[in-house]
């Protein structure tokens, strides 16, 4: 009886250690995607008391460690799919990946530069 592949089972030739290796791993994965969304979550509820005039600290560093732990997991779910040669989860993990890569640089970009920047470029050369 020839069985088929599926998301987390690929091809009948893949042992089943290999398969529970994957399973194992993706579990890991999504744990710490879990955990980089519940971190994400108090971030934002910090946030909102910033807002709200409360001293709050450690906002940032919550949300860099939320989007470090997302980066591995998609890192990892990437060489998943490439260890499957699948093309579509390739093109899928690339993408969530380069998303989860350009959040992490915008928070370790430092703001002020970035303002700067801005005031640079629409600040006349006194011109008048």
């Not at 579509?88 to 959040?103: E, F, H, K, P, Y």
Request: aromatic share 4%; with cysteine; hydrophobic share 45%.
């Amino acid at each position: 009886m020839k069985q088929e592949s599926s998301l987390w089972a690929p091809s009948p030739q893949v042992g089943s250690e290999d398969v529970l290796r994957l399973l194992d791993e993706s579990h890991r994965f999504l744990s710490a995607i879990l955990l980089g969304v519940i971190m994400q979550m108090r971030s934002l509820e910090l946030e909102r008391c910033r807002l709200l005039g409360a001293r709050v600290q450690g906002v940032e560093q919550l949300q860099l460690s939320a989007s470090l732990l997302s980066v591995w997991a998609l890192m990892g779910f990437n060489r998943q799919a490439g260890e499957l040669s699948d093309p579509c989860d390739q093109t899928l993990g690339s993408a969530s990946l380069t998303i989860g890569l350009i959040r992490l640089m915008k928070l370790l970009a430092p703001e002020q530069t970035l303002q700067e920047e801005v005031v640079e470029f629409t600040e006349p050369d006194g011109l008048g």
